[in-house]
């Protein structure tokens, strides 16, 4: 097939692309930063420089490649600041989640391309209640907190435009797996501390997993939201202490949730003491994914414990 990839030059795009060469398709990959599209044909795709909230510029790319499917993996998430305020944090991203979902959904439309997958998200989105691992059908969170409304509204909105025009919605763990992974550097410097019990339940994925998953929601037929997530979604206070190992960093501190909620604010005490984790019981049945690394256990080790085995981004 042809693939178009937009956000090819990113986190999982660049993981994605070898994978879709190795199965034989060919790829167009999209990028945003001046440079990138070096990145893009060395990883043995053609580039194409697009601003995905572009729609014109979009309708052309789509129609001058001619692609069978296009993923959508487009987020505004590299060097950004983290802060109390997730909404601000993600402000683009949510337009590439919202504008950018129904400008690629449009052209694909018009030029009649069949596959569709997009980029969501699973952790921290499932309603608080009941069990501490959720499946597809259960519901989201229906009072997300207030800093991160919009938030949760852009992937929402994602997952139900994509569905809707008969596309498949991938909903991916925490991404890790790569040397500049967002939570590394806080984990290393002990400003990602355990707040309240931690009893918050987090799901990760690896990168090259979380690529494996998406090459077969490109060659499966019909809608769906799939959780793609590692087999071991776990509170913080089981991750976080590992993570900071094969970091080789000291364990994480201790804080009460007043405190935690003084320096992260509302969102960083709702995910670490009320999230709830993702099951992949679905992806595997319907896709029939198996993982390289089934949990963080493994997976963390073998990204950061051993610098040599770890894939830089060109
Ligand atoms: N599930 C998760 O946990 C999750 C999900 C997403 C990201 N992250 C993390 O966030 C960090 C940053 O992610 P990232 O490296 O993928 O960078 P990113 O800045 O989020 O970029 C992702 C992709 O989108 C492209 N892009 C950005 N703005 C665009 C626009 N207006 N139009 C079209 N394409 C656009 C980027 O192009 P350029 O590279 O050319 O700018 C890149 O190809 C990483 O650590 C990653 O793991 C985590």
New binding site residues.
């Given amino acids: 097939m042809r693939v178009f990839v937009?956000?090819?030059?990113?986190?999982?795009?660049?993981r994605l692309v070898p994978q879709l060469i190795d199965q034989g398709h060919e790829v167009l990959?999209?990028?945003?930063?001046?440079?990138?599209?070096e990145?893009?044909r060395a990883l043995g795709a053609e580039p194409v420089a697009?601003?995905?909230?572009?729609a014109s510029a979009v309708r052309k790319a789509v129609f001058a490649t001619e692609p069978e499917a296009i993923v959508h993996?487009?987020?505004?998430?590299?060097?950004?600041r983290f802060s109390r305020n997730l909404d601000r944090t993600f402000a683009?991203?949510n337009?590439?989640r919202t504008e950018?979902t129904d400008i690629l959904l449009a052209a694909a439309r018009e030029a009649g391309v069949r596959r569709f997958v997009a980029?969501s998200?699973?952790?921290l989105r499932y309603a608080r209640e009941g069990g501490p691992v959720k499946s597809e059908d259960d519901p989201l969170d229906p009072t997300p907190v207030a800093s991160a409304r919009e938030t949760n509204a852009a992937m929402r909105y994602l997952d139900e435009a994509v569905t809707g025009a008969g596309g498949i919605a991938l909903r991916?763990?925490?991404?890790?797996g790569?040397p500049?992974?967002?939570l590394l550097q806080p984990v290393r410097k002990r400003q990602f501390p355990l707040i309240g019990d931690a009893g918050g339940v987090w799901s990760?994925?690896h990168?090259d997993d979380?690529a494996a998953a998406t090459v077969l929601a490109l060659e499966h037929h019909g809608a769906g939201i799939y959780n793609i997530v590692d087999d071991e979604p776990a509170p913080v206070r089981e991750w976080l202490p590992v993570l900071a190992k094969a970091l080789g960093a000291r364990p994480p501190r201790h804080v009460p949730r007043w405190l935690g909620r003084l320096i992260g604010g509302e969102g960083a005490v709702m995910a670490a003491t009320e999230s709830r984790g993702a099951s992949n019981a679905k992806a595997r049945k319907e896709l029939g994914w198996t993982l390289r690394y089934p949990s963080w256990r493994q997976g963390f080790t073998a990204a950061y414990s051993r610098p040599m085995q770890v894939k830089a981004?060109a």
């Fill in positions: 937009a956000g090819a030059s990113g986190a999982i795009g660049t990959g999209t990028f945003r930063s001046p440079g990138h599209g990145r893009v697009l601003d995905l909230l572009d993996q487009a987020t505004a998430l590299a060097n950004v683009l991203t337009r590439l950018g980029q998200f699973a952790s991916y763990g925490g991404f890790y790569a500049d992974d967002g990760f994925i990168l979380a981004r």
